[in-house]
């Protein structure tokens, strides 16, 4: 999928996954105002209303758990997902979907990037954790990752997938990070637009409104 300003983009849907309704109280007060019974229902409305059967859509991770692939299947739009950490080990096939669960990197210099991560990392290039998506947006280069870059828990589980995403960020010359993975927090980093769903009022939003909100693009 090409993305443009036009492709709409959100990250931890965490469809049918309890406990982030107590981990994120935003939900739950969404939920409460809203009408809705069921947040995942509120969740499929709120997406539906805003993307129709032909627009495309970046989702950034995280975007189900146990039973909610039948929320999955009622999603509209020509979707991608790179896959977020809560993704590994839980994915069903997801039909008409493309998945990216690797770093893609769609730049002239791709062999030249791909050789010196190679070099830097050796095998551990091939952390299953390690997913982003680098291209260029009208004129901006962009990662698209669900993990933030240049930022890090205190004993991150992650952080080899993490050093191989910043590091493909600095040597791809990224202006901008497109990420989800810390859902109500803000990023620590300037370069960074948190797209998880609590920031998005929980709706998948073009990515033209997002680089304009973040510096007047």
Same mark, same amino acid.
Request: net charge positive; hydrophobic share 40%.
């Given at each position: 999928m090409k993305i443009t300003l036009d492709t709409f983009v959100i990250s931890d849907t965490h469809f049918s996954h309890k406990q982030v309704l107590k981990k994120e109280p935003l939900r739950m007060k969404e939920l409460q105002a809203s009408g809705f019974a069921n947040f995942d229902e509120l969740s499929v409305s709120r997406w539906n209303e805003a993307v129709s059967t032909n627009d495309k859509v970046l989702h950034l991770g995280d975007l189900y758990y146990s039973e909610?692939?039948?929320y999955i299947k009622l999603l509209n739009g020509r979707k991608t997902l790179i896959v977020g950490n809560n993704d590994i080990g839980k994915l069903a096939p997801l039909k008409d979907w493309e998945v990216i669960n690797k770093l893609k990197i769609k730049l002239d210099t791709k062999a030249n990037l791909k050789e010196k991560l190679?070099? @830097?990392f050796g095998?551990?290039?091939k952390d299953i954790y390690a997913n982003a998506l680098v291209t260029k947006v009208a004129?901006?280069?962009?990662?698209?990752?669900?993990?933030?870059?240049f930022e890090r828990k205190k004993n991150e589980r992650f952080s080899n997938a993490r050093d191989i995403i910043d590091y493909l960020f600095t040597i791809s010359g990224c202006t901008i990070n497109v990420h989800g993975h810390i859902h109500s927090r803000d990023p620590e980093d300037a370069r960074c637009i948190n797209a998880s769903t609590e920031k998005l009022n929980f709706t998948p939003t073009r990515l033209g409104?997002?680089?304009? @909100?973040?510096?007047?693009?």
């Open positions: 909610g692939m039948k190679k070099s @830097k095998k551990k290039l004129g901006e280069t962009i990662m698209f990752s669900h993990f933030p870059v409104d997002l680089l304009a @909100k973040h510096r007047g693009f």
